[in-house]
């Protein structure tokens, strides 16, 4: 296996900092909403590829813009007044032994399931215009591919991060959003649209939590049930966050209110994109559902990239996997960082670099935990075989 450099940091887990900030951009905002279609687009593809072909066929598709639309909303009421645009841009194969592959509808048709799927309050077919910009694969990348049937070959020379574990913050981040984002709060509170934005600051042990939510506007009737509603979110937010932490919550949201001059957030279709808010694949959340700027991060669009070779995406995924197992796996380890670099035309499973960086407990060396995290990345990349069956099942968290 592909050596691993183990390294002590001296530093405190980000946990125990003094300061620390999480994002979470939930799934309706714009940018999350062009990972889902990408990611949506590359998994449909890929299933097509199989089901026909036997086999997952190269493609790119982490190349997307959504162009905000133009909407006349007010209290009770809503209309869309120029579409959402979406234009999903990559490479794929769109030939195969002689086949022609609708590589487009293909990739139209599942963005529509998406959208269906994770908004409830979008007529997609008249509020929603999809293209797409969709070309061949260059021969040599193409060809790479192809040579990779077995161990597949890096597509790209990308970096991948990840750590473990999460702190109490960034899980409170996380789960916040999927609490005010699950089907049970939706039925709770169906005003309550699926453009959310939660930004957690701790500083020391007081947690502020600032929550962005798009409103549906013909379930608000006036300005006094806007305000009811989002004292209903501050309560539910808060009693949420202190089942999950002992620290300091303060809750708020919609900052930008000001309800005297009836100016509030309120959407037909519960999407911020739907008046003018754009988004971009890999804007959004890093591969663990996060940003996290006191942690390192790779750059990386996740979202779209091929699950067989692209490393860009798989790197990113596996780090976190071996940063997890190790951390899981020896108590005696409070933080772990590993970080992964791979060449162009290198076997996937032979990282050129890797490192785990890592804080031990108090009167821990390197050497008790040196065999572990060999073994735990030795594990992993073992594993990276079957890694495209895992993505395309769903099994990770991709932004």
């Not at 940091?9 to 979470?24: F, I, L, M, N, T």
């Not at 260059?138 to 192809?146: E, G, I, N, P």
């Not at 949201?253 to 309800?259: L, P």
């Amino acid at each position: 296996m592909a050596k691993i450099r183990i390294v002590r940091s001296h530093d405190a887990p980000v946990g125990k900092q003094p300061v620390e900030y999480v994002e979470r951009k939930g799934k309706g905002h714009p940018d999350s909403l062009m990972d889902g279609i990408c990611e949506r687009a590359s998994v449909e593809l890929s299933r097509y590829y199989l089901d026909n072909f036997g086999v997952i066929l190269h493609h790119n598709l982490d190349k997307g813009l959504l162009v905000g639309g133009a909407a006349d909303v007010g209290p009770g009421f809503g209309t869309i007044t120029k579409p959402i645009e979406i234009i999903i841009a990559g490479r794929a194969t769109g030939n195969f032994q002689s086949e022609s592959i609708p590589v487009d509808d293909v990739v139209i048709e599942s963005a529509k399931k998406y959208l269906k799927e994770n908004t409830r309050f979008l007529d997609v077919e008249s509020d929603v215009s999809i293209s797409t910009k969709i070309r061949g694969g260059s021969s040599d990348l193409t060809r790479l591919f192809a040579r990779g049937q077995g161990v597949p070959l890096a597509n790209d020379t990308s970096i991948g991060v990840g750590y473990a574990p999460m702190t109490g913050t960034e899980k409170l981040t996380l789960e916040t959003e999927h609490f005010l984002n699950s089907a049970a709060y939706k039925k709770k509170m169906p005003a309550v649209g699926e453009d959310i934005k939660i930004m957690c600051l701790r500083e020391k042990k007081k947690i502020s939590i600032n929550v962005a939510v798009a409103f549906v506007a013909h379930l608000i009737p006036g300005i006094e049930r806007y305000i009811d509603y989002k004292e209903k979110v501050i309560a539910d937010v808060s009693e949420f966050a202190r089942n999950m932490t002992d620290e300091e919550i303060d809750v708020s949201v919609n900052t930008a209110d000001s309800t005297k001059e009836g100016e509030i957030y309120i959407t037909k279709s519960g999407l911020s994109c739907e008046a003018g808010d754009d988004g971009q694949a890999g804007r959004g959340n890093r591969a663990n559902g996060l940003n996290t700027p006191f942690r390192s991060m790779s750059l990386e669009a996740v979202a779209g990239k091929n699950p067989v070779s692209h490393t860009g995406k798989i790197y990113n995924i596996l780090s976190k996997e071996i940063a997890e197992r190790t951390v899981f796996g020896s108590p005696g380890i409070e933080d772990c960082l590993v970080t992964m670099v791979s060449y162009v035309g290198r076997n996937v499973d032979d990282p050129k670099s890797m490192t785990a960086k890592v804080v031990l407990g108090k009167g821990m060396g390197l050497e008790a935990v040196r065999q572990e995290i060999k073994k735990c990345a030795g594990d992993v990349l073992n594993e990276t075989g079957t890694i495209s069956g895992r993505i395309i099942a769903g099994a990770y968290t991709i932004f």
